[in-house]
C-alpha cells in the first residue's frame, strides 16, 4: 500500500529555533474587544481555540504607545497593566503547544484627535490628511473621517522608535514567543516608507533610503532589544490602503528585504500579495512576491485571500513557506484540522469583524464535532 502523501501546508518547518509542526499561520486580525487599551479574558478563549501543537499565532495589531491607536477597543502593550493582562492570554495559548507572536503598531496617521492624548492631532510622516473613504472600504468602523496629522520632527523620532522597542521588550515579557513590527497597510512605518505620503525633505524623505530610514531604525532597536531571531515583520509593498502607495513597489520591498538581510537570524517577513485580479470572472492571487521570498534569508510567509487548494500549491511550489490565513481562520478555529480533512469551512460574518461582543462573531463560531469549545 502506498503511504498517503502529506499535505504541503500539513508538514512540518523549522521556524529559527521554533519547531512547527504545519504551515497554516493565524494572520494578525484588529478584533477591536480590549476594553480600555487592556487585553481581555475573553481573548485567551479567542486565541486557545485557534491554537494546535506546533503552530504559530500572530495577535491582533498592538498599540506600542498611547498615540498609537487609532480604532476602538485595540490592546496596547505600553504598561504593566497591559503586559500583565497578556501572561494568562499568551500561557492559554502554550498550553495547546502553539507559538505566539505579538504584532504591535503605530497607526500614524490613521487615527483621529479623540483617540489621542488631549485630543491632539495624529502623528504622522506628512501633515496631509488621508481622504474619506466613501464606502468605509480601509477601515474598522466605516466611512470615518481621518483627522489632519501632525508631522513629526526630527527630535522626536527617536522617541517614536523608543515606543517599538519598548513593546517589544514587553511582549517578551508577557511571555510571547517574539514579536512582528507591522511594517504594512498605511500605517505609521507605511507612511514614511512610501511617497505617496511621505513628502519630507529631510533625511527621513525624498530618497528610498531616506524613506525606509524610520522603519530600519524601528527594526534595529527592537532586533537590538529581543534578537533577531525573535522578530518578524509584515511588509505590504503593493497595497494602496489609507492613501499609502508606492511609485515603485518592487524597489520598495526589495530594499527593505536587503535591510532585513542585515541581521543574522531574521526571523521571518511576513508579506502581503498585491491586489487580486479578476481572470476569467474568478478571483486570482497575483503571485507577485517571488522575487522578495527569493532575496530573503529567513523563512518567508505569504498573505492575501489564500484558500486550502492555494496555500498547499505555494508551499509545495517553494513559493512560500508559511501561509497567513485571515477571515477563515476567524470563522474556524480548528482551520488546519478542516485542511486535512477536506471539511466544509464556516462562513464569516463580516458584520462582527470589529464589534465589542466578548463573544459573538468571537469564540462562537464552531468546532467541526459542533461544540464551540474543543
Excluded at 493582562?85 to 498550553?95: L, S, Y
Aim: glycine residues 8%; hydrophobic residues 35%.
Amino acid at each position: 500500500m502506498v503511504a498517503k502523501e502529506a499535505m504541503p501546508l500539513l508538514t512540518p518547518h523549522k521556524l529559527g529555533q521554533f519547531d512547527l509542526s504545519h504551515r497554516v499561520v493565524l494572520a494578525p486580525l484588529t478584533r477591536c474587544r480590549s476594553y480600555g487599551s487592556v487585553p481581555q479574558p475573553h481573548a485567551a478563549l479567542y486565541y486557545s481555540q485557534r491554537a494546535t501543537k506546533g503552530g504559530l499565532l500572530i495577535s491582533e495589531a498592538t498599540d506600542v504607545s498611547i498615540t498609537a491607536k487609532g480604532y476602538p477597543e485595540t490592546p496596547g502593550i505600553w504598561t504593566q497593566e497591559q503586559v500583565e493582562a497578556w501572561k494568562p492570554i499568551v500561557e492559554a495559548v502554550h498550553r495547546k503547544g502553539a507559538l505566539f507572536f505579538c504584532q504591535i503598531w503605530h497607526v500614524g496617521r490613521v487615527s483621529t484627535n479623540d483617540y489621542q492624548p488631549d485630543g491632539q492631532a495624529p502623528i504622522s510622516s506628512t501633515d496631509k490628511q488621508i481622504m474619506p473613504e466613501p464606502d468605509g472600504r480601509h477601515d474598522a468602523e466605516g466611512g470615518v473621517v481621518y483627522s489632519k496629522p501632525r508631522r513629526l520632527q526630527i527630535y522626536e523620532i527617536p522617541a517614536i522608535v523608543d515606543d517599538f522597542r519598548r513593546a517589544a521588550r514587553n511582549a517578551i515579557e508577557a511571555g510571547f514567543d517574539g514579536v512582528e513590527i507591522h511594517g504594512a497597510h498605511g500605517y505609521l512605518l507605511e507612511q514614511f516608507m512610501k511617497d505617496s505620503s511621505n513628502d519630507r525633505t529631510d533625511e527621513y524623505g525624498g530618497s528610498l533610503e531616506n524613506r525606509c530610514r524610520f522603519a530600519v531604525e524601528v527594526i534595529e532597536a527592537v532586533v537590538r532589544e529581543v534578537g533577531a531571531e525573535r522578530v518578524g515583520i509584515r511588509l505590504s509593498p503593493f497595497v494602496d490602503y489609507m492613501d499609502c502607495y508606492d511609485s515603485d513597489p518592487h524597489a520598495l520591498g526589495a530594499y527593505m528585504v536587503q535591510q532585513l538581510n542585515k541581521h543574522q537570524g531574521f526571523l521571518y517577513c511576513h508579506m502581503v500579495e498585491p491586489r487580486m485580479a479578476i481572470v476569467d470572472g474568478r478571483r486570482q492571487i497575483p503571485h507577485g512576491l517571488l522575487p522578495f521570498r527569493k532575496a530573503f534569508n529567513g523563512t518567508f510567509i505569504a498573505a492575501g485571500a489564500y484558500d486550502r487548494e492555494e496555500g498547499n500549491k505555494v508551499v509545495a511550489d517553494g513559493y512560500a513557506d508559511l501561509v497567513a490565513y485571515g477571515r477563515l481562520f476567524l470563522a474556524n478555529p480548528d482551520l488546519p484540522k478542516r485542511f486535512e480533512l477536506g471539511a466544509p469551512l464556516n462562513k464569516y460574518d463580516r458584520s462582527t469583524f470589529y464589534t465589542q461582543d466578548p463573544v459573538v462573531g468571537y469564540t462562537d463560531y464552531p468546532f467541526l464535532e459542533g461544540s464551540i469549545v474543543e
